[in-house]
């Protein structure tokens, strides 16, 4: 049972009038999507742009897709709703090593894909951005090797599935990238101030609806040059190439 639709700042009153085309999409994951509360940022933004949408989220901090699988509210969830996107992010760790990767995160999202497209769902995984400081203990120095690392786990799991790709991360290394940038990471160097979970929302917005944010007038509260900013590099990212990160268009 879901609770009734809530109104974000531009009003999304969700799936529940009727009449109209909605979009429902599950985002399971940890507290990068809980934090700022991402389906939210997507939806407000998703309205912002004529689309109506219903999100719903299994977000409990620092859960791995294992955990995802291993709890039976996931599958209950799964089979709940009508979803036309169902939207996996791992552990932010776990993608970057190959040993979790092989024993933990593709074994996992092969699983939860399985369950995902048997119930008529498209499935879709969230690229995450890795640590500002990277991962030194497990041999990753910095941001920039973190990365990599963390594109490389998703990357290659969505190829071997056949899954499409959010690159949320491919975009915060772009806007990382510049000569100047807002800040992207909280105090903890891992989760998302506002202006990287608005990017976040960037990103699936043109990744779900094939269509760049660029113009939207939902700016979750940021400097409108920087809401624009935001915009202009997510719909590069995704648009850009879509094919690389398996988009039909």
Partial sequence: VFPMPQLGLWGNPGCSLPGATCTRVLFIGDSYTSVNDLPDAFADLAWAGDHRVQTEALDEGGWTLAEHLAAS???????SERWDDVVLQEQSQLPS?????????YPAATKLVAM???????PLFYLTFAHQGGWPEEGLPDYPSMQAAVDTGYMGIADQL???VAPVGAA???VVGGASHPAMWQSDGSHPTVSGTYLAAC???????????LGLGYDDGLPSAEARSLQTVAAATVLGDPAYWGLLT
């Fill in 73 to 79: 509210e996931s599958a209950t969830t799964i089979d």
């Fill in 97 to 105: 090593l190959a040993v979790d990767r092989s024993g933990s995160m």
């Fill in 116 to 122: 995902i497209r048997q119930q008529g769902a498209e």
């Fill in 162 to 164: 056949g899954v499409p």
């Fill in 172 to 174: 915060w290394e772009t």
């Fill in 203 to 213: 990103v699936f917005y043109a990744t779900i609806f094939r269509q760049s944010p």
